[in-house]
């Protein structure tokens, strides 16, 4: 059974950094493209950034330039380093698993396991 666990989540002033990590198991997660997604009160779920299993990313333009995602392949883990945090970052984060490549990797509908989420607030 597939499992992603997310930490590092917590408060932190505007313009700081937190770094959250998902650590996944049951299935082989190199072979699969990993996905961060966030959601603020009232609003849609949305992506923030995804990484495929060679490497190649894909931001949000809110947050380009400012988070960086990375994938730890000996240790099942998906990292997502905030910088510069801003008010409107506030949201719970969740990692979300692409099972099948054939499925766009920006679409939330390509993912087929999600955790439980972590929050992230940034006070201003």
């Known amino acids: 059974q597939v499992q992603l666990v997310e930490s590092g989540g917590g408060l932190v002033q505007a313009g700081g950094s937190l770094r959250l990590s998902c650590a996944a198991s049951?299935?082989?997660?190199?072979?699969?493209?990993m996905g961060w997604y966030r959601q603020a009160p009232g609003k849609q779920r949305e992506l923030v950034a995804a990484?495929?299993?060679?490497?190649?990313?894909n931001y949000a333009d809110s947050v380009k330039g400012r988070f960086t995602i990375s994938r730890g392949n000996a240790k099942n883990t998906v990292y997502l380093q905030m910088n510069s945090l801003k008010s409107e970052d506030t949201a719970v984060y969740y990692c979300?698993?692409?099972?099948?490549?054939?499925?766009?990797?920006?679409?939330?509908?390509?993912?087929?396991?999600w955790g439980q989420g972590t929050q992230v607030t940034v006070s201003s």
């Open positions: 990484i495929t299993s060679d490497g190649s990313t």
């Open positions: 979300a698993v692409r099972l099948n490549s054939n499925y766009d990797l920006r679409s939330s509908s390509a993912y087929s396991y």
């Open positions: 049951g299935m082989i997660f190199r072979f699969n493209a």
